[in-house]
Structures are given as C-alpha cells and as structure tokens.
C-alpha cells in the first residue's frame, strides 16, 4: 500500500487497521471504521474460498478475473440498471399519471425508433419521427403504418457497470422486482467485490481494472481523471450509511448481520436457482454461478434475495438479539444493564434517580412516516400483503389525501357557478369577475355561506393537488397554468370547467382528483374482498360495501376524509411496540385495517352539467354542418317522455349527447355519407367505449346521430320545463290590451310547436340584459329560424310578427309571446291527439262492409293500390 501513489492511498488504507502517523500525529480508526472494513475484509475471504457452485462465484469472477469481463460482449453485472422502459413505466406511476398497467404502451417505428403511449396504451394523436420523419402515432386507436407494437416482453437490461459518481447517485433504487433495501446490499456486496480487486492488484502502477466495463450510453464517470479506487471506495461507504437507514439499525448490527449471512453461505457449498412457478427448478444438476449473461445475472439475484438477503433483512433485530445472548457478556449488574438499555428504572432508589437520573440516557427510537415507509419497505412482497398500505404511502397520493376531503365542495362549486352564469356570462365577462366580488355579491346570508364553504373547499383542493397535475388527457398543462395558485383576487374563468384556456385548470383538477379517488377505493375494494380479509372485513365493514355515486349526490359521508397527520396518530397511539434496547416494532396489519376501515367508499361518477357561455352556444348548427339532422316524430318523443320521467334521467341523457356532439366536432371522425344512420347508443360504446346503457328503450332503439339536435332539444324541455324561469325581468313586460285577445286567436293558427322549440335556443341567453328590450322581436326570431330546414315556417313567422299587426311587439314581450305560444302548441297536441282517436273510435264502431261485386273489387283494389303508393312515395319523400 505504501507503494500505491500517493492521490490514491488513502482509499487503500481500508485495508489496515493499525494507527498511522500522519506527520508527527498518530491516528487511529474508530470503532465504526474498524466494523465497516473487518466486515469487509471478512466478505472478501469467503468469496475467495467459494466454489462455482455457489453464489458467491460471480462475485469472485469480477473481484479476481475483471480482465475477462465485457471479452465476448456478453456480461451482465448484478445491481445494475433494468430495462429502460420499465423505468420509465415506474417513473410515471410514482408520479401519479394515469398508465393502464394491463395494456402493452411501447411503440417503434419503422426505423427502431421506441416511444411510449400512456393512458390507456393505444394511439390518438401524431407526429413525426425524429430519427426518419415518417408520420407515426395514430388517431382514435388506430395506429399508423409505420407504427408498430414493441415486443415488452424481451428484456433489454444494459450491459456493463453504469452507476455514476455516489454523490450523484439516487439513494432510493428499485430494479427487476426487486425493492429497495436488498437492491442497496446487492451493490454493496458488487463494491466489495471491486474493492478487493483493488487490493489485489495494488502496485505503484495501480491498473484501472474496470474503465473497460463501463457502458458508454450510461452516465457512470469511473474513467479518467477519477481514480476507480476513489470511485468504489465513495460507492461502498456510501452503500454502508444508506443500508445501515434502510434497516433502522446501526453499523454493529449490518456488521453482524452480514458476518451471519456470510457464515451461511460458506457451509452451503452449492446453491441451487430458486424454483419456478411450476415447483421445478429451473435447470437440472449443479449450476455454476460464474456466468454472467442476463439470465444467469437475473436468476442470480432472484436466488440470492430468496435464500439470504431477505431473511437477514427480515431479523436484523431478532439475530441482534441471538448475537448479544451468544457472544454478550454474562453479568447482570445494573452498569451492563444500563448500557444495553433495559435497566428496570422502578428498581433505583429515589436518590440514585434524582442523583443520575438515568432516564436521560433511556433510547426509544422516534416513531415518523420514514420509521413506518422504512418498515413496509421491509416486507416481501408488501403490495400484496398490505396493498392499500403500500399505494397510500407512495407519492403523490400521499401527498394529496386532504383534498380527496374536498370532493363535495368541489361539485358543488361547479353546481353553484352553472345555476348562476350559465347561459348569463360570457368569457370576456368572466375575465373581468374578481372571485372575491362575486363571493360578496352572494344573498341572502345563508346562500353565502354555501358559497364561501364551497370556495374554501375547491381552493384547499387545488392547492394541494394542482403542483402535481401534468397533463389533461393528451394535453400537458402550460406552465403559466402550472404556475398558479388560486386566490379570491383571480379571475372567475379559474374555476369554469371548459376544455379551453382558464377552463383546462378546474377540469383537469376536478377529474383528475375523481380519477384519484376511485383508483384507491377499487383498491380497496379488491383487498376487503381477498381470502385473508374477507371474514374479517366483511362482518365489520358489509354495510359499508358501496358501489357508485353520481357526482350530483355525493355527500360528506362518501369522501375519503383522510390524511398524513391521521395515519401517524392512529400508528402512534395504536400499532406501536418497543424491543429491548429501545428498537421499534410497528403492528401493519393493524394499520392495514384500519386504513380499509377509513377509506371503504363509493366510486364517484362524475357528472357536471357543461358551462354555456353566452355567445357561444353555436353547437346545434355546427353539428349540422357535420351531420345532417332530423326532427323527431311525436310518436317517438312521447315515448321518450313516458319513459324519461325525471330530470335527474333526462340530463344523464343529456350529458351524454354534449359528450358526443363535442366529440364528433373536435374529430371529425363521423363525417361520411352514412355517418347519421348510426345509432347514438352504439356511437357511444364503440366510439366512446362508454358502455352504460342509456336509461330509455325507445332512445336505444330509435335516436340515431341524426336525431341528436331535436333529442337534445326534448332533453332540455324535461330537465327545465319551463324554459322563461332565468330570463331577465326586462323582457317579461304584458302584452299591450290590445293585442291580448287578437295575439291569443292568432296564436292557435300558427305552428306554435315550431316557434316554441326556435325560442328555446335563447331562452337560457336572455338570463343577461344583452339585447336591448326596445329592439323588435321579429329581429331576434328571425335568426333562430332556418330557412333551408323549414321555409314555410319563416314565411308565417315573418307574415306575422314582422309584416303583420304583431310587428309592434317587442323584445319586452317575449316571455308573454313564448307563453301564449306555448299554451297554443298545448291545445293544438290535445286537438290532435283527440282527433286521432276520434277517427280510429269511429273506425271501429263501423259496421264490416258487404262483399263487393268482382268490378266493385277490382276497382278497390286498384285505388287501394294506388293509395298505398302515394301514400309510400310521399313517405320516402318526407324520410
């Protein structure tokens, strides 16, 4: 060592264990030191002396033959990297997006280009290649030419040594399944592996023994000017401090801890590779464990986690225990009593208590979220055997729990602002309404309050939830968005759900937030309903086991009401033991249960009435351009009446069908000669995969894409009967006398159906004083009539209110006109439903006629035929 140059031997003095003199100064090392290197030097012997056929021979193959290495491009190092693209996979899932963990999402183009698709995995956006510009991606998941599904079952882990500098290095790593803490021993017992071939070799040369290993697309920095022992050495001690954390322990424990699992695998001469799920090992006879290919790497570890690793990980603190009755000493005095920390502090004298006070020196290790995310982290297989402990303790959704409390004000906050300013706001309106005077505005009294409590609960949601929302759907949130925290002094567009600008901010937030929300209480559900849970669960929690609840019903009693400070008071207060010595045990089945206690609710479905801005509500006509539409018969619209009885199941009609309109205008994807002959309830599960049955037998069976501007039109009657109750006081003025009379008699001669469903479309509009109440009404009437669809109707219209005796009539009147109209379109229904069955009454009533003579007959039948062709010429027509 004293021949090794000078910048390096410090880093190969953790070979000696004497004093050395540094000038005229003695140093020697400390206790921790001389545990950390005898340990090491220990590991070293056993791997010299173990044959092929143990695990320790891969080991050996890198600490004494490094040269070979990396020889036929073929070498696989233990506690390296995985596979880029589970990486990757892992990385989203942490942070909190949305990946469909069943569907494949790797992609490549035609070149070998990879790229990942979230979501639900399939293609509906596209762009460019980067490597040869081909069109890849798809749209509506169908996928480009060039876009090809990637084999995600071939592992394609990278060769070589790939860690960068320790300081640079993550503390936390994860890697093949396995979890963090065996992960951090894997590269410890690599480094010590590395470090030995130091020692081995140690020269005034000093060689660089692995600069040839090192994978060049990796970012590992052990090449020159950094010397490898100053780079293993950093890994190692840092291997030391990060495993000593994990397991909650000291440097004496892992020292012993090691030295035991060490000693095992000496007297185990041949390790044979763990079993596969089948029961049968996976290769027949002695396996030599010097091969390092990705198979041999992987079954390496799998083996070594299994038959060692695991269980000293698992009774650190019970073989502690073993160790000190084994090799502690046998007196019993309270001095040795004292310094093992478990004196009986009752059996002192008052004056010795008061005189040492010997509590001081008492150790109980503190009780934190580490403490309880360290001890699951210990557990094999903890997402399994504690599954909801597992996900609440992962980032985001801890993070975020208190704002799955602020659910019910949140819809109900959107429920507020519709029922006030849709259809009475415009955007332009809205960018000028500070939050805080629209709050101020709020009377009576008792509404405020409902409005100020649902406030605090949508800006509480957004300023823990919103920091960690990166995307809406395909859309990534713009950073002047990310940016804001919601306050009273913004804009009211904020808190408007819309799909565009401000909007994407509440509807990202309320959705993702509902997504969050269901994805832990299916998790939940699955747990309660497992094999060890059920009998024990089910007793307690049955009247708890809930289904789904629309988002317009959700009360206080269906949220998740729950958060960090809950969940470390009840593990404090309730799960809580301490070991001699003061080493803590916490009690996770009982956190476990307690957690599905507290979180067993209801899905939410999240149903919210779009926002209408004033202006812009252009749909229905847009519609038209894309598909052409067809009115209703009123046979059909009756029915669906008879069957639709409650706004609260015509709006879920309703909602599907701007759901749908919204979708085939943003993508175009229904255009086609054929596109309107499509049922609606087929459109929306093989289109929209929404796959819930639509609550009416007639609309599954009769509403066609065709039909969706007059089936929206019925579904706005059903949810608000009367469509004049937000109309401005400004246009409800009466009708001048007269005109009472004349207007009344007119009215039962007009289509008055037909001019009711045209003033429908701006009856919502007229809650804003935007058009001028002296402004005639045949100005405004004439523009929500279409002459390509109805000609004759804007003739008698025109005829009437704007040539006529009625052109006097103004937009002050047209809530009197509307009602007039309304009562009209009444009677004339009635009149011809009467009539009808009238007809049909007298019909029956008739007598069977006397047989006809063969001319008669003839003759009959020939006009009957006639008829029939008429009448079916005129249908098609009219179809």
């Not at 899932?93 to 995995?121: A, D, M, R, T, V």
Request: glycine fraction near 4%.
């Amino acid at each position: 060592i004293n021949a090794v140059p000078a910048n390096v031997r410090d880093f190969y003095r953790g070979f000696t264990i004497a004093a050395e003199k540094d000038g005229e100064k003695m140093t020697t090392k400390s206790m921790q030191e001389l545990l950390r290197w005898r340990a090491t030097g220990h590991i070293i012997a056993v791997i010299l002396g173990a044959p092929k056929t143990s695990l320790l021979a891969m080991l050996r193959k890198i600490m004494l033959e490094p040269e070979t290495l990396m020889m036929h491009g073929n070498t696989y190092l233990p506690a390296m990297d995985e596979d880029i693209r589970n990486r990757v996979m892992k990385a989203l899932l942490e942070k909190g997006e949305n990946i469909w963990k069943q569907k494949s999402h790797w992609y490549k183009c035609q070149c070998g280009y990879n790229f990942f698709i979230g979501e639900c995995g399939r293609p509906m956006e596209e762009t460019k290649c980067p490597q040869c510009a081909v069109t890849i991606g798809g749209r509506d998941h169908n996928a480009t030419a060039a876009t090809k599904a990637d084999d995600e079952n071939e592992d394609r882990s990278p060769q070589g040594y790939m860690l960068p500098r320790a300081d640079r290095d993550d503390k936390h790593v994860t890697f093949r399944e396995v979890q963090n803490t065996s992960a951090r021993a894997f590269r410890l017992l690599l480094h010590t592996a590395m470090y030995g071939a130091l020692g081995a070799t140690a020269s005034e040369a000093t060689p660089r023994l692995f600069s040839h290993i090192v994978n060049p697309d990796s970012m590992c920095d052990m090449k020159d000017p950094v010397p490898e022992a100053q780079f293993i050495v950093e890994h190692l001690e840092q291997d030391w401090k990060l495993l000593t954390e994990f397991l909650g322990s000291n440097q004496e424990s892992l020292a012993a801890g090691l030295h035991d699992m060490m000693h095992k695998m000496q007297a185990c001469k041949e390790d044979e590779p763990v079993k596969g799920n089948n029961g049968a090992a996976s290769s027949s006879g002695p396996i030599c464990w010097e091969e390092l290919t990705l198979t041999s790497r992987n079954k390496w570890e799998e083996t070594m986690e299994r038959n060692y690793l695991s269980k000293m990980i698992e009774l650190i603190t019970t073989n502690t225990l073993e160790y000190w009755s084994r090799w502690g000493s046998e007196d019993d005095s309270k001095f040795f009593a004292e310094l093992r920390e478990d004196a009986k502090l009752h059996t002192f004298s008052v004056e010795k208590r008061k005189s040492d006070l010997p509590q001081l020196w008492a150790f109980r290790k503190p009780v934190d979220l580490e403490e309880l995310m360290l001890k699951e982290s210990l557990v094999k297989k903890a997402e399994e055997i504690y599954p909801v402990l597992h996900i609440v303790l992962q980032r985001p959704l801890l993070s975020i729990l208190p704002a799955l409390g602020c659910l019910v004000g949140l819809f109900r906050w959107h429920s507020l602002l519709t029922t006030r300013f849709s259809n009475r706001l415009s955007r332009a309106q809205a960018g000028q309404m500070q939050i805080r005077n629209v709050l101020a505005d709020v009377r009576p009294e008792s509404e405020k309050i409902i409005w100020q409590r649902a406030w605090e609960d949508f800006k509480s949601a957004w300023h823990t939830a919103w920091p960690h929302i990166e995307r809406h759907g395909c859309l990534v949130i713009p950073d002047h968005f990310k940016n804001v925290m919601i306050s009273e002094e913004h804009s009211l567009l904020f808190t408007i759900m819309d799909q565009n600008n401000e909007g994407i901010c509440p509807t990202a937030l309320t959705e993702w937030l509902a997504q969050q929300h269901n994805e832990l209480v299916q998790l939940v559900s699955t747990a309660m309903n497992r094999g060890n849970h059920r009998e024990m669960e089910r007793a307690r929690l049955g009247a708890r086991q809930h289904g789904k609840v629309s988002s317009r019903l959700l009360s206080e009693h269906d949220e998740i009401k729950f958060s960090e400070d809950d969940l470390m008071r009840f593990v404090k207060s309730r799960c809580v033991t301490y070991n001699t010595g003061g080493d803590v045990n916490l009690d996770l089945r009982q956190v476990e249960k307690h957690l599905l206690r507290e979180m067993s609710r209801p899905e939410i479905t999240v149903e919210v009435t779009a926002f209408q801005w004033l202006g812009e509500s252009q749909t229905q006509s847009d519609l038209k351009e894309v598909i052409a539409q067809k009115a209703l018969t009123q046979d059909i619209e009756q029915r669906i009446r008879n069957e639709l009885k409650t706004p609260a199941l015509a709006n879920t009609c309703l909602q599907k069908v701007q759901m749908a309109t919204s979708f085939i205008l943003k993508s175009g994807s229904s255009t086609g000669e054929n596109a309107g002959m499509v049922f609606f309830q087929e459109y929306l599960s093989s289109v929209l995969k929404d796959c819930q049955d639509l609550p009416s037998s007639t609309v599954k069976s009769e509403i066609r894409l065709i039909h969706l501007v007059a089936f929206e039109k019925l579904l706005n009657t059903i949810v608000s009967p009367d469509r004049t109750s937000g109309v401005a006081p400004k246009y409800r003025t009466k009708l001048p006398e007269e005109l009472q009379a004349p207007f009344e008699t007119c009215a039962k001669k007009l289509p008055a159906k037909k001019l009711t469903d045209a003033m429908d479309q701006i009856a919502e509009t007229l809650g804003s004083e935007s058009i001028s109440a002296k402004a005639p009404l045949w100005e405004t009437l004439r523009y929500l009539l279409d002459e390509d669809e109805d000609a004759a109707l804007v003739e008698v219209s025109q005829k009437t209110f704007g040539e006529g005796p009625f052109g006097a009539l103004l937009m002050e009147h047209w809530v009197e006109v509307y009602q007039v109209l309304h009562a009209a379109a009444d009677v004339q229904e009635d009149e011809g439903v009467a009539g009808e069955r009238e007809r049909r009454g007298e019909e029956a009533d008739l007598p069977p006629p006397p047989p006809p003579s063969s001319a008669a007959a003839a003759a009959s039948s020939s006009s009957a035929a006639a008829a029939s062709s008429s009448a079916s010429a005129s249908a098609s027509k009219r179809w």
